[in-house]
């Protein structure tokens, strides 16, 4: 007789700390899903159940509604971060567009030093010029001669390095023996440049 009261005082202080503070379902309470009871899938309860493991007809009226409340407060946390990351990933496909490319702004660069309007000296944009204005599709043939006369106020160790450059691909061109039209485009463009800066 005394087996069966300490059982039954057990069970009373389990349900007491359960009232009391803790959320969290004993582990007494922890059994195999009863296959009877996850047939509702619209229950709030069974959308949790399955990782939790539990027959939810052993436990109390009060450890439900506990469950319960935990339960939605996990869907809401779940629903609220979803959502945040669908509105980051919205803002992002929003500014990506806005963003010009390195050869937008470098032909900019180049567009407003042929103005002479505003125009300031940027190292980046003078040495992607520099890096691509041989090939016709990053800088086009209306653009190349602004490029020609950009070159012609080059000094100094960036003058130098151009042409040694400029040399360096003729050479390559000319052990190249394809006449592609893109290479021969890119050839004359050489030859303008050593022209040039010669």
Not at 4 to 33: D, G, H, M, R, Y
Not at 84 to 111: C, F, N, V
Not at 138 to 148: N, R, T
Request: glycine content about 2%; some cysteine; hydrophobic content about 25%.
């Amino acid at each position: 007789m005394a087996k069966n009261k300490t059982k039954s005082s057990e069970k009373k202080e389990i349900k007491k700390t359960i009232s009391e503070s803790s959320v969290e379902v004993p582990k007494a309470k922890k059994k195999k899903l009863n296959p009877k009871v996850s047939e509702d899938p619209d229950s709030l309860i069974y959308k949790k159940e399955d990782q939790n493991n539990l027959n939810i007809e052993d436990l109390t009226p009060e450890e439900r509604r506990v469950l319960e409340r935990k339960l939605k407060k996990e869907r809401k946390k779940e629903e609220k971060k979803l959502k945040k990351e669908k509105e980051g990933l919205d803002e992002e496909k929003k500014e990506e567009p806005s963003k010009p490319s390195a050869a937008d702004l470098a032909l900019q660069y180049l567009e407003s030093w042929s103005k002479k309007h505003e125009w300031k000296f940027q190292k980046t944009r003078q040495t992607w010029l520099l890096m691509n204005m041989y090939d016709q599709e990053k800088v086009p043939d209306k653009y190349f001669q602004i490029v020609l006369d950009y070159l012609g106020g080059l000094k100094g160790s960036a003058r130098e390095t151009t042409i040694q450059k400029a040399e360096a691909y003729m050479k390559e061109c000319d052990s190249d023996e394809t006449q592609e039209e893109a290479n021969s485009q890119r050839r004359e463009r050489i030859r303008e440049v050593l022209q040039l800066l010669s």
